[in-house]
């Protein structure tokens, strides 16, 4: 059986539904460790004080707010290609859930920019992407809404989920080419030398497994809601059709 | 593809304003901006690059609706789709058509309004380049946007927020090639990062586009 | 010259018509009937290829198909010459096709008035003018007739009769009488798309929640 036919909106509600359950309990079981763990058994930073702590939520909001979109522009391209509307749908419902990652990820920065570079706001090149991806989120999120028709909407969406990636990828490098920033380089990466040390990496591994699951979680939890809504407007159409 | 260019020209000219709207919202603002910062010289010098940018930008957006929603209106477009031209070349003449009308006028006109805003002189001549080479980008990613809307009933605002973020890389080489010309620095590097945005844009959006219609008209 | 098998078309996303069959050869009309919202103005998109039909197949040789929808698409300040020129150089026909259709509609003294000078009927006229200049044998015209008066109605039965010994077809939407004898009428009443409860067919979207 193929990948595909979880496509099929029925037989994705009846496994969704038997799978959001686990997922909520993971989510909140990993986010429970992760924070716990992170902000209650972690020594302070020599340099950062306790304020190092915010990298908690803030690297994993950050890193899903950039995933978010990569999933939206993936499930965009699958509309696109092969007409699943499932797949329109997702891109629909990650769309506020990338938005508000984003903005945590600018807020917690912000409260951790305070203390450490004596600034609420930077125009730093990282700092700015983040404000410009968060544009980007609220256009995507306006077209959808300014849209009556679903599959033109999703149509449109679509094309401008893959417009819109290449110029924020665009955006990126020339707010690089802007400004050379203060924020620090990656807290992850995978050579081990550059990495923050492991009393600081446990735990936050485990909050950015708990964020990519809720993440999950809600849009699963959010598509669930565009699938329903989607069939009462194809169901009162058809009525009207019928008068 | 000529007769639609010409007819595109002919009637902002008719239409009036076509020309001449664009260029003087451009002076208004340079106008109000040092009313709002104030008049000394050394701080709009350091800030005219930005200003002179952002008002072409602006200019720029404030006519874009119109390059798709009067023909959307009198049924012109879907005439169009039905004609032997490639919609992607209906759009690409739009967009210089949309130049020709807007940012042309800019291009000559920035010099006066450098001169205004104390932009020193060795910044001139590449805000010149800067404006000649980066509105094209401008207008074809209008083009863009304008098409993704041009089924919506009250478009505009939407427009600007879908359009001015794709205005990004292109506003902040732009004005970095000036910045680069004021402080007499070589604005080389900008000035070809600009060109690949121009040329990218023109090459492959007028297939977006094209497509964005084709959705709208359905 | 054009050919409909099976054809279902769709308007929002629902069908609105199914099942359409109909083959036009050189020197046919069809005048398509039916009440307000059944689906004329839908089919007809499709025909001129401006949406993708639901199901079914429209088979008509490339670039031969000239479209006329309720909108005359007409630019209200250029002259009524310029508005044609513009349309004569889209389609690659010449100046002489657009004398002579100003001629065949009755408009060449109107010729150097902007378009937004005109009277309703003028202006439908001249959106009708248009089809002359594109050259191509199959029409679809969506009402041609609304706001034309008597003598203007016989005008244009005129252009199309004669479009249609020229070898030409057309299919038209349309409530009156043109009195044209090759016209044939398909009322589109009995194509209505059922629900799909009633046999209908539906969207693989709805399907998925049958």
Redesign the interface.
Same mark, same amino acid.
């Given at each position: 059986m193929s990948l595909w036919e979880y496509a099929n909106p029925r037989k994705f509600m009846e496994t969704s539904a038997r799978v959001l359950p686990w997922l909520w309990g993971m989510t909140v079981s990993c986010l429970l460790v992760g924070l716990v763990w992170g902000f209650f058994f972690t020594p302070d930073d020599y340099k950062q004080g306790s304020t190092v702590k915010i990298i908690y939520i803030h690297v994993p909001a950050a890193m899903m707010a950039i995933n978010a979109w990569v999933m939206m522009l993936v499930a965009s391209l699958i509309w696109i290609v092969r007409r699943h509307h499932v797949s329109a749908l997702a891109a629909k419902a990650a769309a506020p859930v990338g938005m508000t990652f984003t903005l945590i990820a600018l807020a917690t920065g912000a409260l951790w920019g305070q203390p450490m570079w004596g600034t609420w706001w930077e125009w730093d090149p990282r700092l700015t992407s983040f404000l410009i991806l968060f544009l980007f989120y609220l256009g995507y999120i306006a077209f959808w809404e300014a849209l009556d028709n679903p599959d033109t909407a999703a149509d449109l969406t679509g094309v401008l989920c893959l417009v819109g990636s290449v110029f924020a990828l665009l955006s990126r490098y020339a707010v690089n080419f802007w400004n050379q920033g203060l924020h620090q380089g990656a807290s992850l990466s995978l050579d081990k030398q550059e990495n923050v040390s492991d009393v600081y990496w446990f735990p936050l591994l485990v909050c950015i497994a708990g964020f990519v699951l809720l993440f999950v979680a809600l849009v699963l939890a959010r598509t669930r809601t565009e699938i329903r809504l989607r069939r009462i407007k194809a169901l009162e159409s058809r009525e009207r059709l019928a008068e | 593809m000529?007769? @639609?260019l010409i007819?595109d020209l002919? &009637?902002a000219i008719? =239409?009036g304003g076509g020309f001449g709207l664009g260029l003087g919202f451009f002076l208004i603002l340079c106008v109000l901006i040092p009313l709002g910062v104030g008049p000394e010289a050394g701080r709009l010098a350091s800030i005219a690059p930005g200003i002179l940018w952002v008002g072409a930008l602006l200019a720029c957006l404030l006519s874009l609706d119109r390059i798709f929603a009067l023909?959307w209106d009198?049924?012109?477009l879907? %005439? +169009?789709? $039905? =004609?032997? @031209?490639p919609l992607e070349a209906v759009v690409a003449m739009k967009a210089l058509a949309h130049w020709i009308v807007t940012g042309l006028p800019l291009v000559i006109a920035a010099p006066v309004l450098g001169v205004l805003l104390h932009l020193p002189g060795g910044a001139q001549g590449w805000l010149v380049v800067s404006l000649a080479v980066g509105t094209p980008a401008l207008s074809m #990613?209008g083009a863009?946007g304008a098409a993704? $809307?041009v089924? &919506?009933r009250r478009?505009g605002l &939407?427009l600007s @927020? &879908?359009v +001015?973020? +794709?205005y990004?890389?292109t506003l #902040?080489?732009g004005a970095?090639i000036v910045r680069r010309g004021a402080d007499g620095m070589a604005p080389a590097t900008?000035l070809l %990062?600009l060109a690949g945005?121009t040329l990218g844009s023109v090459a492959l %959006?007028p297939f977006?586009a094209a =497509?964005?219609l084709r #959705?709208? +008209?359905? | 010259m054009l050919r409909v098998q099976g054809l279902c078309v769709a308007r929002g996303g629902i069908a609105v018509l199914e099942g359409v069959e109909f083959a036009l050869e050189p020197g046919q009309a069809l005048v398509l009937r039916g009440p307000n919202g059944c689906g004329k103005t839908t089919l007809l998109r499709t025909l001129a290829g401006l949406q993708p039909p639901l199901a079914g197949t429209i088979s008509v040789p490339q670039d031969s198909l000239a479209y006329a929808s309720h909108a005359d698409g007409l630019k209200p300040m250029l002259t009524v010459t310029e508005n044609l020129a513009f349309w004569a150089a889209v389609f690659g026909t010449g100046a002489a096709a657009v004398a002579a259709a100003l001629d065949r509609m009755n408009l060449a003294p109107l010729a150097a008035r902007p378009a937004q000078n005109l009277s309703a009927g003028q202006k439908r006229r001249l959106g009708l003018a248009r089809m002359l200049l594109t050259g191509r044998p199959v029409w679809a015209l969506d009402e041609p007739t609304v706001s034309l008066d008597a003598a203007s109605v016989r005008l244009f039965a005129d252009m199309v009769r004669a479009h249609l010994h020229g070898g030409g077809a057309a299919v038209i939407a349309t409530h009156i009488d043109l009195g044209l004898s090759e016209a044939t009428v398909l009322d589109l009443a009995p194509f209505r798309a059922r629900a799909p409860d009633q046999g209908g067919r539906r969207d693989a979207f709805d399907e998925a929640f049958a």
């Open positions: - | 000529g007769a @639609l007819r002919r &009637l008719r =239409a023909d009198d049924g012109s879907d %005439l +169009l789709a $039905t =004609a032997p @031209l #990613i863009f993704l $809307t089924g &919506l478009g &939407l @927020l &879908l +001015l973020p +794709l990004v890389p #902040i080489f970095e900008p %990062l945005i %959006l977006a =497509a964005a #959705i709208n +008209l359905r | -």
